[in-house]
């Protein structure tokens, strides 16, 4: 504990005050309780959009309109976050901010990291309690869903949509079938 105790004084210096103090409190019960992840006590639950997109990523039924593509993509941003093509949302934040920010960050980390370093053989747990397997579940449902974005992306680019159902690039070709 004494090995992380300055950091995370320089941490609550940095961060200000306000919302990124709240932030940080529920990061670090987040942090703290990350054992609780690799004893299999604890589990990310997967949005059901990507568990449809494991079981089909390449599943056209009832796209055949912009507006279902867009919405579908809709729920798929939600899930994953902004897609890859899609330029950062300005949050206004000062350089002080952006930089308490990554210390927080920091901070969180090596919390997280003291908290699972106690456990021996962690390793081992992990695939013992299934919290491995399930670990892997949620990257799979989450690349299955990256991949059925881009299809669905590259769909309404065939069919001349504008976007969400096409990158935020693209411009479609004498307006778009909406």
Request: aromatic fraction near 4%.
């Given at each position: 504990?004494?090995?992380?105790?300055?950091?995370?004084?320089?941490?609550?210096?940095?961060?200000?005050?306000?919302?990124?103090?709240?932030d940080?409190?529920?990061?670090?019960g987040?942090?703290?309780?990350?054992?609780?992840?690799?004893?299999?006590?604890?589990?990310?639950?997967?949005?059901?959009?990507?568990?449809?997109?494991?079981?089909?990523?390449?599943?056209?039924?009832?796209?055949?309109?912009?507006?279902?593509?867009?919405?579908?993509?809709?729920?798929?941003?939600?899930a994953?976050g902004?897609?890859?093509?899609?330029?950062?949302?300005?949050?206004?934040?000062?350089?002080?901010?952006?930089?308490?920010?990554?210390?927080?960050?920091?901070a969180l980390?090596?919390?997280?990291?003291?908290t699972?370093d106690?456990?021996?053989?962690?390793?081992?747990i992990?695939?013992?309690?299934?919290?491995?397997?399930?670990?892997?579940?949620?990257?799979?449902?989450?690349?299955?869903?990256r991949?059925?974005?881009?299809f669905?992306?590259?769909?309404?680019?065939?069919r001349?949509?504008?976007?969400?159902?096409?990158?935020?690039?693209?411009?479609?070709?004498g307006?778009?079938?909406?």
């Open positions: 504990m004494r090995a992380f105790g300055p950091l995370l004084v320089a941490t609550l210096m940095l961060s200000g005050c306000g919302g990124a103090m709240s940080f409190g529920a990061g670090v987040a942090a703290a309780t990350a054992p609780l992840d690799d004893l299999n006590l604890r589990r990310q639950q997967i949005p059901t959009v990507l568990l449809q997109a494991e079981a089909n990523p390449y599943d056209l039924r009832n796209l055949n309109q912009c507006t279902t593509i867009g919405a579908e993509v809709a729920r798929l941003n939600e994953l902004p897609d890859t093509d899609e330029p950062p949302a300005p949050d206004g934040s000062t350089l002080g901010e952006r930089a308490g920010d990554a210390a927080s960050k920091a980390d090596a919390i997280r990291d003291a699972t106690f456990i021996p053989g962690r390793s081992w992990r695939r013992l309690t299934g919290a491995e397997q399930h670990s892997r579940h949620v990257q799979a449902a989450i690349q299955a869903g991949m059925r974005r881009a669905l992306k590259g769909i309404g680019m065939n001349n949509c504008a976007p969400p159902a096409a990158p935020a690039w693209f411009r479609p070709r307006g778009s079938r909406r």
